[in-house]
């Protein structure tokens, strides 16, 4: 099974900042990575899929890159609205697997 | 607008059943593999298992292999995960999740809000 591990698991931000979350898959993926944001009490929402392209809806301030096994998801100019946990997800093969999680807190 | 709607959560003690099921709208649900996602306590996101579109192959997660089935009623729009021998450590928020495309990879565009699980004497 292909094991993803997401750094760092806890970021400090201020409003305006840029930030980024890394994922490494234990195999390459090719570009089979998603990206979730998830808020306390709530499904998680998908952002990013192919790891680069963004799902309708969201902000382009949210950006995706990567292939095999690194990936990035960038975030700039933070809105308050960003402050949540973060999840990569391999989608190339059974089964599909999550990182831990990356949480986005207010500095 | 696509909409997933989990129910059948509840406290049940070790060892007991639960069946969830996920009523689905807004999108042509025999086009779509679905899939199962829990969230355990302060934890991440574990996938569970999944059916394809057809109701055949099921996939499950090593962890719930021999206790839990998938199944799904087309006529019906519903997705169910019955839940056998149930352990402490399947006490979880359960997401019903949609396949983002038909035959698309493993990623997830549309969940519920999930159903709460507790397996506890």
């Known amino acids: 099974d292909i094991q993803m591990t997401q750094s760092p698991s806890f970021v400090s931000a201020s409003v305006g900042d840029r930030v980024t979350v890394t994922c490494r898959a234990s195999?390459?993926?090719?570009?089979?990575l998603a990206w979730y944001q998830q808020k306390p009490g709530k499904a998680p929402k998908l952002l990013i899929y192919a790891a680069s392209t963004l799902q309708s809806g969201v902000p382009s301030r949210f950006s995706g890159s990567g292939f095999g096994t690194d990936f990035t998801l960038t975030i700039s100019n933070l809105q308050p609205e960003d402050f949540a946990t973060y999840y990569c997800?391999?989608?190339?093969?059974?089964?599909?697997?999550f990182g831990q999680g990356t949480r986005l807190e207010i500095k | 607008e696509v909409q997933l709607s989990e129910s059948g959560g509840g406290l049940v003690q070790p060892g007991g059943s639960l069946r969830l099921s996920c009523a689905a709208s807004?999108?042509?649900?025999?086009?779509?593999?679905m899939s199962w996602v829990r969230q355990g306590p302060g934890r991440g996101l574990e996938w569970v298992s999944a059916?394809?579109?057809?109701?055949?192959?099921?996939y499950y997660a090593d962890s719930v292999k021999g206790r839990f089935t998938v199944s799904r009623d087309t006529s019906k729009n519903i997705l169910y995960l019955q839940m056998n021998s149930l352990r402490a450590e399947d006490t979880a928020v359960y997401y019903c999740?949609?396949?983002?495309?038909?035959?698309?990879?493993?990623?997830?565009?549309?969940w519920g809000q999930g159903t709460l699980v507790t397996v506890s004497s």
């Open positions: 807004g999108f042509t649900f025999s086009y779509y593999t």
């Open positions: 997800q391999q989608a190339d093969s059974f089964p599909p697997a």
């Open positions: 195999q390459g993926i090719s570009n089979w």
């Open positions: 059916i394809n579109r057809g109701g055949s192959p099921t």
């Open positions: 999740a949609k396949d983002r495309e038909p035959d698309s990879k493993w990623d997830f565009d549309s």
